[in-house]
């Protein structure tokens, strides 16, 4: 079964400093990737996803992934951290197939990003 | 683009009493559609998804139910809630990917 690990629960940053949280996921095939942002009490908004192509991608709000497949990684980067950045991001992946069928996401348990004034 | 609407925001219920939430979805016709549950510090979990109207697939065993009387409805049920039914319970869509909506935030005491 496919499985995504966010290893960092709670990371915290400075302001204006640069952001990386991490993403590993274990499947055999080719993945469908996707980082969401969860503020507080709310549903969850998707940043940006890969399906094939270039392995960078860009997202909305100034975030970038790069998927590494060497790596199975596909971690989230900003250059310059807002305050209004501070929230839960949650990697997911699903099976990258054709036809009918359900696309069920697998979420890692989520990294909650404090931003320091 | 989609947009999908869940009622109630907030609800307080006690145990043993009967659950309906709602989830409706305007701009998208057959999309796939998803009830998740998420507990503090558990992440997300899957509990059903639906293809089409009427067809149900459930994730986890439980004593939740789903529906889709409508194509762009989706309705998680329960008899009798229990204590640990407590959560932030999401809809969501697939057209292209996964879109959530708002969110349903359910305490049972």
């Known amino acids: 079964a496919q499985s995504v690990t966010q290893p960092d629960i709670h990371i915290t940053v400075s302001e204006g400093a640069s952001l990386e949280l991490r993403c590993n996921y274990s499947?055999?095939?080719?993945?469908?990737l996707f980082w969401y942002v969860q503020s507080p009490g709310q549903g969850l908004q998707l940043l940006l996803k890969?399906?094939?192509?270039?392995?960078l991608v860009q997202g909305i709000k100034g975030f970038e992934a790069e998927f590494k497949r060497s790596q199975s990684s596909f971690n989230l980067r900003k250059p310059s951290v807002h305050w209004s950045d501070a929230a839960e991001y949650f990697c997911?992946?699903?099976?990258?197939?054709?036809?009918?069928?359900?696309?069920?996401?697998?979420f890692g348990k989520g990294t909650k990003l404090s931003v320091i004034p | 683009s989609q947009t999908i609407h869940q009622w109630p925001a907030t609800l307080v219920q006690p145990v043993g009493s009967p659950l309906s939430l709602e989830c409706t979805v305007e701009g998208t016709s057959n999309p796939n559609l998803y009830w998740y549950r998420q507990a503090a510090g558990r992440g997300l979990q899957l509990l059903f998804y639906?293809?089409?109207?009427?067809?149900i697939s459930s994730e986890v065993p439980q004593n939740l139910s789903a529906s889709r009387p409508q194509d762009r409805q989706f309705i998680l049920s329960s008899k009798k809630l229990l204590l640990s039914d407590s959560g932030f319970y999401l809809c969501?869509?697939?057209?292209?990917?996964?879109?959530f909506g708002p969110g349903t935030r359910l305490l049972v005491l």
């Open positions: 499947y055999g095939a080719t993945p469908y």
């Open positions: 639906s293809v089409g109207i009427g067809q």
């Open positions: 890969y399906f094939s192509g270039d392995t």
């Open positions: 969501a869509c697939k057209v292209e990917t996964q879109y």
């Open positions: 997911a992946v699903t099976i990258a197939y054709s036809g009918a069928g359900s696309y069920q996401l697998t």
